[in-house]
């Protein structure tokens, strides 16, 4: 089993930027591909970014290529999504995933194993 905790969530004005964390525990963080997802109201949820257990491998959706950053800290079991040039748009709860196979920068949403609770991004226009 493995916890996620999103943080770096909250209201920011359009053009802005968000670091978003999302901690891991409970079972070793280097085994699982992490992802990041998002869903607005009334909308699917949407993937936005991936990275396998090295760090090595990443991949994004096209919509956020350019403004959006994933990136992992192994020693402190946390995955990062950094957000430049935000826009209303991005207005959604965004969520971290875990992925048990390492080695895949998964795109869709069945394909992870563990969810956070998610965290919320309001941008402003």
């Known amino acids: 089993q493995v916890q996620l905790v999103e943080s770096g969530g909250g209201l920011v004005q359009a053009g802005g930027s968000l670091r978003l964390s999302c901690a891991a525990s409970?079972?070793?963080?280097?085994?699982?591909?992490m992802g990041w997802f998002r869903q607005a109201p009334g909308k699917e949820r949407e993937f936005l970014a991936a990275i396998g257990g090295s760090g090595l491998s990443t991949n994004y959706n096209d919509s956020v290529k350019g403004r959006f950053t994933i990136s992992r800290d192994n020693a402190k079991n946390t995955v990062y999504l950094q957000m430049n040039s935000l826009k209303p748009e991005d207005t959604a709860v965004y969520y971290c995933?875990?992925?048990?196979?390492?080695?895949?920068?998964?795109?869709?949403?069945?394909?992870?194993?563990?969810w956070g609770q998610g965290t919320q991004v309001t941008v402003s226009s």
């Open positions: 409970g079972r070793t963080f280097t085994n699982y591909g």
């Open positions: 995933a875990a992925d048990r196979h390492s080695w895949v920068v998964a795109t869709t949403a069945s394909s992870y194993d563990y």
